[in-house]
T-cell receptor, first 115, second 110 residues
Framework: DVKVTQSSRYLVKRTGEKVFLECVQD?????MFWYRQDPGLGLRLIYF???????EKGDIPEGYSVSREKKERFSLILESASTNQTSMYLC??????????????FGDGTRLSIL | GQNIDQPTEMTATEGAIVQINCTYQ??????LFWYQQHAGEAPTFLSY????GLEEKGRFSSFLSRSKGYSYLLLKELQMKDSASYLC???????????FGTGTRLLVSP
């Protein structure tokens, strides 16, 4: 079974802080994703990565950056946290299999509150 | 643009059948996924359709019509544990990216 692990289930930070959310997968997947989930808005893609040191902007990258130094780990960084970044953050991964579409496997999520 | 529509909320009775609809308009199409998400938990994969027709998997079935931009998830013999949000997601022609609908919250009552 694929295991996607997010470092924290709950996190409380203050405005202006630099915040790191960590995600690790144990299935040697090339593709990793960061989403945020808000009521009435669904899951929105922040950033994704298809290989080590590679990253692509998703639909809402403003205020965020990412780091992929190792294949198994994908970090989301809030450069200067703001209250509108209070949300549930979900990490996902999938292998790249050509000619087939693999479902994304999600971590349990990090509920982040910015005060 | 990309747009995926699902009803916000549905209610049904234990033992009944419920159909959750999803319509989509996306730039390209390369598969549609359904996920189940219980409150406070991660989404879990339920089904995948890339060709027109019905895919059956136990009590759950999913249907796709690409010409109509339409899918539905059918849940039979509803159980209380089926109370959850159901997310419709479409993969376009881009890289493994998914576009998600806002989800349908299903409440199953005794």
């Amino acid at each position: 079974d694929v295991k996607v692990t997010q470092s924290s289930r709950y996190l409380v930070k203050r405005t202006g802080e630099k915040v790191f959310l960590e995600c690790v997968q144990d299935m040697d997947h090339e593709n990793m994703f960061w989403y945020r989930q808000d009521p009435g808005l669904g899951l929105r893609l922040i950033y994704f990565s298809y290989d080590v040191k590679m990253k692509e902007k998703g639909d809402i990258p403003e205020g965020y950056s990412v780091s992929r130094e190792k294949k198994e780990r994908f970090s989301l960084i809030l450069e200067s946290a703001s209250t509108n970044q209070t949300s549930m953050y979900l990490c996902a991964s999938t292998p790249p299999r050509q000619g087939a579409v693999q479902p994304q496997h999600f971590g349990d999520g990090t509920r982040l509150s910015i005060l | 643009g990309q747009n995926i529509d699902q009803p916000t909320e549905m209610t049904a009775t234990e033992g009944a059948i419920v159909q959750i609809n999803c319509t989509y308009q996306t730039s390209g199409f390369n598969g549609l996924f359904w996920y189940q998400q219980h409150a406070g938990e991660a989404p879990t994969f339920l089904s995948y359709n890339v060709l027109d027709g019905l895919e059956e998997k136990g009590r759950f079935s999913s249907f796709l019509s690409r010409s109509k931009g339409y899918s539905y998830l059918l849940l039979k013999e509803l159980q209380m544990k089926d109370s959850a949000s159901y997310l419709c997601a479409v993969r376009g022609t881009g890289f493994q990216k998914l576009v998600f609908g806002t989800g349908t919250r299903l409440l199953v009552s005794p």
